[in-house]
């Protein structure tokens, strides 16, 4: 079966320290992997796949098959990065999506 | 494009009535979701059209939840009878094609009494 697994409910750090958002995922086929975002009083929206290979407003997140892995980094964050974060999957070439539970990020000045 | 509309923005209701939501999908999106957020369990996909049929309602959690997309620019999600279980916010979203990018509402936030 399908599952995202994203353990923290809350990431708390300073402007300026690096950040690191964990997502691990369960799928037996080829998944394709996707980090969504949703800023206060914002709708849900995607931020950045694993398939364009991009940074997004800084972040960067890279797909390990062996671990079965594809966290959400930033080297130094920033304020405005205050947001819920949810990591999700798609099997190839549908277009269901699979969330997981989603991580609070907030960024102290 | 105003993106996806969903009505009402927030619904406020007794346990045992009927709940309808409602969404109007992106102007040629030919997908359409249906997703719950709660804070134990994040955001859970109930149903997902395309081309208007249902393709997977496997994650509906009960009988009382139906949905329909009589059209493609229209679904309801109805839920009878409410019960506080039932109280979330209620995402419409929709796409085109697989590419892995939806287009969410503003949700619909249900408080049942």
């Known amino acids: 079966a399908q599952r995202v697994t994203q353990p923290e409910k809350l990431l708390s750090v300073f402007k300026g320290a690096p950040v690191e958002l964990k997502c691990n995922y369960s799928?037996?086929?080829?998944?394709?992997l996707f980090w969504y975002v949703q800023y206060s009083r914002q709708r849900l929206q995607l931020l950045l796949r694993h398939i364009s290979r991009e940074s997004i407003k800084g972040f960067t997140a890279d797909l390990n098959k062996g671990e079965t892995s594809f966290h959400l980094k930033k080297p130094f964050a920033q304020e405005e990065d205050s947001a819920m974060y949810y990591c999700?999957?798609?099997?190839?070439?549908?277009?269901?999506?699979?969330f997981g539970t989603g991580t609070r990020l907030q960024v102290f000045p | 494009d105003a993106g996806v509309i969903q009505s009402p923005r927030h619904e406020v209701t007794e346990m045992g009535q009927e709940v309808t939501l409602r969404c109007k999908p992106i102007?040629?999106?030919?997908?359409l979701f249906w997703y719950r957020q709660t804070m134990m369990r994040g955001l859970e996909l109930l149903i997902y059209?395309?081309?208007?049929?249902?393709?997977?309602d496997s994650g509906m959690p009960e009988d009382r939840f139906s949905a329909k997309m009589p059209n493609a620019s229209f679904s309801t999600l109805k839920i009878q009878p409410s019960e506080p279980r039932d109280s979330a916010v209620y995402f419409c979203?929709?796409?085109?094609?697989?590419?892995?990018?939806?287009?969410f509402g503003e949700g619909s936030r249900l408080t049942v009494l």
């Open positions: 102007s040629g999106h030919n997908s």
């Open positions: 059209f395309n081309n208007n049929v249902p393709i997977d």
């Open positions: 979203a929709s796409t085109f094609g697989a590419s892995g990018e939806l287009f």
């Open positions: 799928y037996s086929g080829s998944p394709e």
């Open positions: 999700a999957l798609s099997s190839y070439n549908t277009d269901k999506l699979i």
